[in-house]
């Protein structure tokens, strides 16, 4: 077939008006980031120190929204039902692996209607007692618990979260009933552990840690594998009689399920190369406790498949609801 001028002039003019694929930051302007609880926390925090450097690097404005309740689920659905296509990226913490099982009716499909984006790191969960208490080891705990049923009371920043779900999981190891009280957040839980009106808090490392300096609050038990430098003197569970015990707060991205490859891998590396830097990466350290993971792809789904199984079961068992 011989093209004329006139065909090939026709041809140029198409792919001069052809539609492009552009990323909806670049048409609208905008990026959130949505952090499924209230402002404040390690997950907020988290987001805001990601916030300024996004929107350097793409040139656009980077929000972040708090979209908080039900156990974080309705900032995560809110991501979900937004269009893949990386105008909407869910922060979130350890407690997403537990909506499957911990709500009656969730509002999405954790592993379906999302894609993991990047694992951002981990930090070990504290048990900590008032330091008025008698109370030195987690021994000490199983010890009181058991001569006077009922009696020891602990903390937790919610019906659900890790906190509850370990200390129930220790307390059925070790034959004992730990009476559970849920608060709204951190700062409420741990006001109440320092004036005396609850024994024990369960707790992230970057929740706990902040507060042992002035001697009011005990460090008992942490639940990494190995013992953090900050409390190089608390015994691990693992070496407190529960072998394998572990319990690891966890940050990490999602995206609606369908945003594409590219932008899921873009996204994925511009977070891992800002909390690269040595600025960032130790501030989520001393801040957070935080070991810097930066997992993506089929790591980060193996590890979440794995939360979602062991916390699952965890709820299951012992009949947790929110």
Do not use: C
């Not at 003019?13 to 694929?21: N, S």
């Not at 656009?60 to 990226?89: C, T």
């Not at 009476?179 to 004036?195: I, K, S």
């Amino acid at each position: 077939m011989k093209l004329t001028r006139r065909d090939v002039l026709a041809g140029t003019a198409a792919l001069a008006v052809a539609p492009t694929y552009v990323p909806a930051w670049a048409q609208s302007g905008t990026m959130t980031l949505v952090v499924p609880f209230p402002p404040g926390g390690s997950t907020d925090a988290l987001a805001r120190q990601l916030q300024a450097p996004l929107q350097t690097r793409l040139n656009r404005v980077v929000i972040v929204e708090n979209k908080s309740g039900a156990a974080g689920s309705l900032g995560a659905a809110q991501v979900a039902k937004s269009p893949p296509d990386g105008s909407s990226w869910l922060v979130t913490f350890d407690s997403h692996a537990v909506i499957p099982t911990i709500l009656d009716k969730p509002p999405l499909d954790v592993e379906k209607d999302l894609v993991p984006v990047l694992l951002v790191g981990t930090a070990p969960y504290v048990i900590a007692a008032n330091a008025d208490l008698p109370y030195k080891t987690f021994a000490d705990v199983v010890a009181a618990a058991k001569a006077k049923p009922g009696s020891v009371k602990y903390a937790s920043v919610g019906i659900g979260t890790l906190g509850h779900l370990a200390m129930t999981l220790l307390g059925n190891k070790a034959g004992v009933d730990l009476q559970h009280v849920p608060y709204r957040g951190g700062g409420p839980a741990m006001n109440d552990v320092l004036g005396g009106h609850v024994d024990l808090i369960a707790g992230s490392a970057a929740l706990i840690t902040p507060q042992l300096e002035g001697g009011k609050l005990r460090p008992i038990l942490q639940l990494g594998r190995e013992r953090l430098p900050a409390l190089k003197d608390t015994q691990t569970a693992i070496e407190a009689g529960f072998p394998d015990f572990e319990t690891l707060a966890w940050w990490g991205v999602f995206a609606p399920k369908g945003t594409p490859a590219d932008l899921v891998g873009k996204m994925a590396k511009d977070i891992r190369e800002i909390l690269s830097e040595p600025a960032a990466s130790a501030k989520l350290r001393e801040t957070q406790m935080m070991t810097l993971l930066l997992a993506d792809g089929a790591e980060f789904d193996s590890f979440f498949t794995k939360q979602l199984t062991f916390w699952g079961k965890v709820v299951r068992d012992n009949n947790i609801r929110a």
